[in-house]
């Protein structure tokens, strides 16, 4: 495809985005919902789809569905229907899904997924968000040339959160994706791990003549595990539409499978239409009626999100746009600095601390920040210890990390190792005199007028104290003793 022909053409991508719903339970049975069971341990003749075996709507599920669709200001249907989709898939039990069509829990949402590349922000349609229940999974890595089938996750409740054809660029795609995580995130919804199966997108791609308004065939691509991957698909998908269309070629609405190992797409099978579902209302289940009040009482208690959080924080712990953006990331990653910085009274140190030596660690561990070993109590204890001069910073941040590795409180850490800050005249000169000894050339330039070496210094003795000199005192004492030793 020659750059030209590219420029011709306008890329359309809309995104499909299941979403497994943070429950214990299934969808309509009392199956355990968790992840990572041994294969086919969590079913039952419900989700088996055994006969005689009948659905039950799972409450708590309901709750996390209209949490999110208000999340995404999409108008909430009083009343939904349940819709059997009929399909045959080897991991699916009953031939069917249980999802909903027509009569859909919420439609007409959106987001604002900011400026990109200087422009104006994008305002991306929500079409609809229903509720549905998973399908099992086929492995075809666990047994040479054969199929598995795990049923496990048959029955889980997800929903299903459809855009408009709205974006324009693989850049917007990741952009509506991962603004969608962090605001399902925010919500309580789900746990949105795409590692974990949680969280899954399919992306709907077209080219069309650059000015026109009317969309091309789409291609629905599938199989990819991260948001890197949907946005390098897309831009892959969006290249073989051009070439085809370029050549003459008229494109085939299909699905097609991400070979991220490959950089592309190629065909699974051709794309079926809402017909091809045979749609019909599920008889074992009766509509689902919302109360108003409940509707209402949803919307009251709906967490702060991401945008609110982020106007709070510079409004009340007075941090930056870009820190403010950076903190709310994740509510995790919030929740832990507001307790640091109530714990300490000092929101600018818990700032410097969560940003730098929290985040790095948790990096380094590979974990949820709810799940780091440092609490933010402790944490806030001990930036207390430095505000009150009872341990230097130096010796703060040894302290840190014997926290990070034995989840003790730093004023255990602090007595066990000796940490405590030293002002002591006797133990300071002792130190000081050491690294002159130690450092003769620097010592002579230092006494001979190169005051820049006093930050030198100062800090060889930190390292030789395991940081609990009092870097005040040394400071104070250093010229003294330099002198001293100059003239002895």
């Not at 359309?12 to 969808?27: C, D, F, N, P, S």
């Not at 959106?110 to 229903?130: C, F, M, N, Q, Y």
Request: hydrophobic share 40%.
């Amino acid at each position: 495809m020659t750059a030209a022909g590219r420029q011709d053409y306008e890329m359309v991508v809309g995104l499909e985005v299941h979403v497994q719903l943070k429950t214990r339970t299934k969808a309509f049975c009392s199956c355990s919902a968790d992840f990572g069971a041994p294969p086919n341990t969590n079913v039952c003749p419900v989700c088996l789809a055994l006969p005689g075996a009948l659905p039950v709507l799972n409450h708590h599920a309901v709750e996390l569905a209209l949490r999110a669709a208000i999340a995404l200001d999409c108008k909430v249907n009083e009343t939904s229907v349940f819709a059997r989709k009929n399909y045959f898939y080897p991991d699916l039990p009953k031939g069917y899904q249980i999802s909903q069509f027509d009569k859909p829990l919420a439609e007409k949402g959106w987001l604002a997924i900011g400026e990109l590349d200087d422009k104006t922000p994008v305002r991306v349609g929500i079409t609809r968000v229903h509720m549905e229940e998973d399908a099992g999974k086929s492995v075809h890595d666990r047994y040479n040339g054969a199929t598995a089938i795990d049923l496990n996750r048959a029955g889980v409740p997800l929903i299903e959160i459809v855009s408009e054809p709205d974006m324009r660029s693989s850049a917007e795609a990741g952009a509506y994706l991962r603004l969608l995580k962090q605001i399902l995130s925010y919500a309580g919804v789900s746990d949105v791990s795409m590692e974990e199966g949680s969280l899954r997108v399919d992306a709907n791609v077209s080219a069309r003549v650059r000015g026109t308004t009317r969309l091309g065939t789409k291609s629905e691509v599938k199989n990819m595990n991260s948001f890197s991957a949907v946005e390098r698909a897309v831009d892959a998908e969006f290249a073989r539409q051009v070439a085809v269309l370029e050549s003459g070629g008229t494109i085939v609405q299909q699905t097609m499978l991400w070979d991220g190992a490959k950089g592309e797409t190629r065909t699974s099978r051709s794309k079926e239409e809402s017909h091809d579902y045979r749609y019909f209302p599920e008889p074992d289940l009766p509509p689902l009626v919302l109360d108003k009040e409940w509707i209402a009482r949803a919307r009251r208690e709906l967490p702060e999100l991401p945008a609110a959080s982020r106007k709070r924080l510079m409004t009340e712990y007075k941090v930056s746009d870009a820190d403010a953006e950076l903190l709310t990331a994740s509510a995790g990653m919030r929740e832990y600095f507001e307790a640091v910085a109530r714990a300490s009274l000092d929101p600018k140190g818990a700032l410097n601390w969560v940003m730098g030596e929290v985040s790095a660690a948790v990096n380094a561990a590979g974990v949820r920040i709810d799940e780091f070993a440092v609490r933010p109590a402790d944490l806030g204890e001990l930036l207390r210890m430095v505000r009150d001069d009872v341990v230097s910073h130096t010796a703060a941040k040894r302290i840190f990390t014997r926290m990070v590795e034995t989840g003790k409180p730093p004023v255990q850490i602090a007595a066990e190792e000796g940490l405590q800050k030293v002002g002591d005249d006797s133990a300071l000169t002792g130190w000081i005199d050491e690294v002159l000894r130690e450092n003769p050339s620097e010592a002579t330039r230092y006494v001979n007028g190169e005051t820049k070496l006093q930050g030198v210094l100062v800090g060889l003795v930190m390292k030789k104290s395991k940081g609990t000199a009092d870097p005040k005192k040394v400071n104070q004492l250093l010229p003294e003793r330099a002198r001293a030793g100059a003239g002895s």
